[in-house]
């Protein structure tokens, strides 16, 4: 099996339900056969159908995404917004009018002298 299985499968995934949700008639007897080919049965692609077709509308007022559920989870552990905005000092914060001080270490002294034809040189991108 290939280590890029488990992408293969989710890439199939989201095309299935990208052709479900464009209607693409052409696309999906062939799509179909090849998802039935690598393991997907006909309750999975059931499910994927639904998943394409599913509207906010259609959801219970409570529902929360499984994607958005796991970050809010974490959330509730996380600290308040007010210790959060205590901890940040106005002193730490950078000034936009400010210059930036000039980085004296930025640039290494030259090895070889310019008369070197030998000497190495800075190529340039454009």
């Known amino acids: 099996m290939s280590i890029f299985a488990d992408d ?17 008639r052409a696309t999906l007897p062939s799509l179909t056969l090849v998802m039935h080919e ?3 049965t006909d309750d999975d692609l059931a499910e994927l159908r639904v998943l394409a077709t599913m509207r906010a509308d259609d959801m219970p007022a409570d529902y929360v995404p499984p994607e958005i559920a796991a970050p809010r989870a974490f959330a509730a552990v996380a600290a308040p917004p007010d210790e959060i905005e205590a901890e940040a000092e106005p002193d730490d914060l ?8 000039p980085d004296t270490e930025a640039e290494p002294a030259p090895d070889a002298s310019p008369d070197n034809p030998d000497a190495p040189k800075q190529l340039s991108l454009f």
Not at 11 to 22: A, F, S
Not at 94 to 101: R, T, Y
Request: proline share 7%.
């Open 8 to 24: 293969w499968r989710a890439c199939l995934r989201e095309h299935y339900m990208h052709v479900v949700r464009t209607g693409d």
């Open 38 to 40: 690598i393991g997907f």
């Open 94 to 101: 950078p000034i936009a009018d400010e210059e930036p001080a």
